[in-house]
């Protein structure tokens, strides 16, 4: 039943590679996956279903994250509060607007996070490309940029807020450490890509809520978009503050935008008023996506409660490498197998083997920039990715064949760089 289970997850992750091929929609698959491995857990290890409560609340956080993001993103979007900023990128050349798009990704990923940035980003896209292949290309590079810039920031990605409380790393120490790797993740392959991409981008056409943006005045929509920026970056504030989880902050952000967003629509007809509201709005997040990360998600945890997980932390513990060349390679490694499981149980594994590692050791922020940067090489491999993926209904295999082999460029490279980096200097 141990190795079942993987067999199961792996044809499973084929068919979600294979989901245009095989005409069987991911969010389904994932589903079944998640039902499928936790029956085959509990069939294993009886005493699994004892955990499945705590791995849905740890999902549901993220879940209900993602769905207060999302439709903050779309209030945000429906009262034109992002044409105010795509108004003001006037270049329609390729590749000046990948650069412009990739750093704003890359920093504002480190103050807000990979997931919130990405859904921000891919709004920001859909009011400045038309083309949807060409928009394809700005996506994937969204996700490499947002993980990058994720993993350089103590509140950036997941896995460096994990080793950030558990008192791995210092903030300071994790952003002078891996800034260099995680830009230079980013650089090259935005330097391969824009060797490659000519032309300029077609902007689209006004939508059919521009009538009804039209119904209000520039400040109301300057005003929803600064609330709604606001929220967003008031999330890590609130965790910082109160120690409480994120999603609690992008829940109460959402509040009081929809309270606000509630005045404003008193004030217009009723057309206007019941398509400009939260109620309304809200039924235009991308719910499969949602539905998608739950199935993948209570999957992996499967994994991690049976073992399977654990198992292959041993197994890389075990590699005859000399120190540090072996924790190196241990932390690369990891950053790969990110791309295609979780990496919170792998990073979490790591927490719990290598617990005589001091604070700001070498292998934790090597491991911070790893796990973050090592999901961007397949698109179901971070948050971001996931996020992206369903909002723009980017193809498993087209990303693998376009986007992919850049990401592993980049990572490879940033992983050199912090490899020559510490040789010289030495942080740790």
């Known amino acids: 039943m141990f190795t079942l289970m993987i067999v199961v997850f792996i044809i499973g992750y084929i068919f979600i590679a294979m989901e245009h091929p095989f005409h069987v929609n991911k969010s389904a698959t994932a589903l079944l ?18 955990h499945l409560v705590e791995h849905l609340g740890e999902v549901a956080e993220i879940l209900f994250f993602l769905m207060g993001a999302m439709t903050i993103v779309e209030a945000v979007d429906s ?27 890359f920093f504002m990923s480190a103050v807000l996070d990979n997931l919130t940035t990405s859904i921000v980003m891919i709004a920001l896209l859909r009011k400045l490309i038309d083309e949807k292949k060409d928009r394809w290309f700005f996506a994937g ?13 103590p509140i950036g ?59 209000l005045s520039f400040k109301e929509r300057l005003l929803v978009l600064c609330m709604g920026i606001g929220a967003l970056v008031f999330v890590p504030v609130f965790k910082t503050i109160t120690h409480l989880p994120p999603y609690l902050g992008m829940l109460g952000g959402l509040g009081v935008l929809w309270i606000l967003t509630g005045f404003i ?50 197994s890389l513990d075990a590699i005859p490498f000399e120190e540090p060349t072996k924790y190196y390679f241990i932390t690369a490694i990891i950053g790969l197998l990110s791309s295609i499981v979780d990496n919170v149980p792998l990073v979490a594994g790591a927490m719990k ?51 992919s082999w850049l990401a592993l460029i980049g990572y490879l490279a940033g992983c050199g760089v912090y490899i020559v ?8």
């Open 265 to 314: 629509c008193k004030r217009k007809p009723h057309r206007d008023n019941s398509r400009l509201s939260i109620n309304h709005i809200i039924s235009r997040i991308d719910t499969p996506s949602i539905l998608f990360f739950l199935g993948i998600l209570m999957a992996v945890n499967s994994l991690s409660t049976c073992g399977q997980l654990a198992m292959l932390s041993k």
């Open 353 to 403: 083997m290598y617990i005589e590692f001091p604070v700001d050791h070498y292998f934790w922020a090597f491991l911070a920039y790893a796990a973050g940067t090592g999901g961007s090489i397949l698109i179901i491999g971070s948050a971001a990715g996931v996020a992206v993926m369903g909002m723009e209904k980017i193809d498993f295999i087209w990303y693998m064949k376009k986007i």
């Open 79 to 105: 009262y034109g509060g992002f044409r105010i900023i795509t108004d003001k990128i006037n270049t329609t050349k390729k590749t000046s607007l990948l650069w412009i798009i990739a750093f704003i990704t």
């Open 421 to 428: 980096q510490e040789a010289l200097i030495g942080f740790a």
């Open 157 to 215: 990605d997941v896995t460096t807020i994990m080793l950030w409380i558990a008192n791995k790393v210092s903030a300071v120490h994790i952003i002078e450490t891996t800034f260099i790797a995680s830009l230079v993740s980013l650089v090259v392959p935005l330097a391969i890509l824009s060797s490659t991409m000519k032309g300029n981008i077609a902007r689209p056409a006004e939508d059919v809520r521009t009538a009804q943006q039209a119904a």
């Open 33 to 50: 996956l998640g039902t499928i491995m936790w029956m085959l857990g509990n069939a294993y290890m009886p005493e699994a279903h004892e």
């Open 141 to 153: 590079m969204v996700v490499l940029a947002a993980n990058a810039g994720g993993a350089w920031s």
